[in-house]
């Protein structure tokens, strides 16, 4: 087992030896990073920690903190709503799971349909943190399951993100437990307190 530190808003968790670092230049012109790992024995299967650097509009951080504060997933998960998906499009990404079949209402393969087949979202609970846990299918692409948080940083615009992709559902559902492991151990950064996220 490796242990992993420092990771954005994440101070540490762990994940299985089986797992390899691949090389990313950092982006100069942005704020964007990324730490992207691969099986060894099958570099189809990634796990990335991302964050797009740039911060949401005020409504989407807001409508994200009432959502979690609703649905604090002490239990179990707590799956959201049609109308609660299309208002988190933006904490999804536009061209990313935002882009789905709720937030884009074309038949998918439409060339102007969604980008995501959503699968599943729903609020989740990892430690004392309320995330977003998605998990779907990109239309020309990898099969997903992420979550997504507000970063430690004081505005509460900024969001980061956990996720693995493989390039099969049958890859994906092997390799959801290296997924489980890596997110249920986060132990998280403290937050700055945080300003309110204000509507506009």
Request: glycine share 8%; with cysteine; aromatic share 10%.
């Amino acid at each position: 087992m490796k242990e992993l530190e420092n990771i954005g808003s994440i101070a540490k968790t762990s994940m299985a030896d089986g797992w390899v670092e691949m090389p990313r230049e950092p982006d100069v012109f942005t704020d964007t990073w990324s730490r992207s790992f691969t099986l060894a024995f099958d570099p189809s299967v990634e796990l990335l920690f991302f964050s797009r650097g740039l911060p949401v509009d005020p409504d989407s951080a807001a409508f994200f903190k009432e959502v979690t504060s609703l649905k604090p997933a002490h239990g179990a998960d707590d799956k959201l709503t049609p109308q609660e998906i299309i208002r988190l499009q933006v904490i999804m990404g536009f061209e990313n799971a935002g882009n789905n079949q709720y937030t884009n209402t074309k038949p998918l393969g439409d060339p102007d349909g969604p980008a995501f087949e959503l699968k599943e979202a729903a609020c989740r609970r990892i430690g004392d943190h309320t995330v977003l846990y998605v998990r779907g299918k990109f239309v020309h692409g990898k099969h997903y399951a992420g979550i997504l948080y507000n970063a430690a940083e004081r505005s509460g615009l900024v969001f980061e993100e956990v996720m693995i992709q493989a390039s099969s559902s049958r890859k994906l559902q092997d390799n959801m437990y290296h997924f489980e492991h890596v997110i249920n151990n986060i132990d998280w950064l403290k937050r700055a307190v945080p300003q309110e996220a204000t509507p506009g």
